[in-house]
T-cell receptor
Framework: DGGITQSPKYLFRKEGQNVTLSCEQN?????MYWYRQDPGQGLRLIYY???????QKGDIAEGYSVSREKKESFPLTVTSAQKNPTAFYLC??????????????FGQGTRLTVV | KQEVTQIPAALSVPEGENLVLNCSFT??????LQWFRQDPGKGLTSLLL?????REQTSGRLNASLDKSSGRSTLYIAASQPGDSATYLC??????????FGKGTTLSVSS
């Protein structure tokens, strides 16, 4: 059935490592997003993409990279340049409507911990 | 820059009570406003989406209103149940960017 799948659910990163979080959707949505959630901070936008092969930085893009080679996939790489990567990462998708993005749907999240 | 504020940050009520969660935003040039529910350690579940041309949306015991000119939205939960305990987030959609979120209201309903 349709939805957004994030994997893995839990991820552990050693200092200096790059790690990639997966996000796949079968909703045929144009737009996809990555948010970071920290306790007491709410959701903060990392990157978003409204079309294949194009993406824009959000408020906290430093230390992260993305690609959008396929409509259904939007992987996020947390690089060693991200100094405080321990957080809960959420992926979302939506249709790009005539008046902007429409209803957004979220995956179940990936919890990344630096060890 | 758009800012979204949710008040209160936390709320505890006994089962059966009707309650209102508040969301305010600083820039009224929005396309829509969406309310989400988040259970601990989980992703977000969409509850209601209100387009900028609409005044309210209803789903079961939930009713969300939107007053774009004053920059406010409310989520009304009727006859609250312990299963309603969760964090409720509102987010606004604008041109040229993704959803902008408030920090949420954590609701606890006791039996």
């Amino acid at each position: 059935d349709g939805g957004i799948t994030q994997s893995p659910k839990y991820l552990f990163r050693k200092e200096g490592q790059n790690v990639t979080l997966s996000c796949e959707q079968n909703l045929n949505h144009d737009a996809m997003y990555w948010y970071r959630q920290d306790p007491g901070q709410g959701l903060r936008l990392i990157y978003y993409s409204q079309i294949v092969n194009d993406f824009q930085k959000g408020d906290i893009a430093e230390g992260y990279s993305v690609s959008r080679e396929k409509k259904e996939s939007f992987p996020l790489t947390v690089t060693s340049a991200q100094k405080n990567p321990t957080a809960f990462y959420l992926c979302a998708s939506s249709i790009v409507g005539r008046e902007g993005d429409t209803e957004a749907f979220f995956g179940q999240g990936t919890r990344l911990t630096v060890v | 820059k758009q800012e979204v504020t949710q008040i209160p940050a936390a709320l505890s009520v006994p089962e059966g009570e009707n309650l209102v969660l508040n969301c305010s935003f600083t820039d009224s040039a929005i396309y829509n406003l969406q309310w989400f529910r988040q259970d601990p350690g989980k992703g977000l579940t969409s509850l209601l989406l209100i387009q900028s041309s609409q005044r309210e949306q209803t789903s079961g015991r939930l009713n969300a209103s939107l007053d774009k000119s004053s920059g406010r939205s409310t989520l009304y939960i009727a006859a609250s149940q312990p299963g309603d305990s969760a964090t409720y987030l509102c987010a606004v959609g604008q041109a040229g960017t993704a959803l902008i979120f408030g920090k949420g209201t954590t609701l606890s309903v006791s039996s």
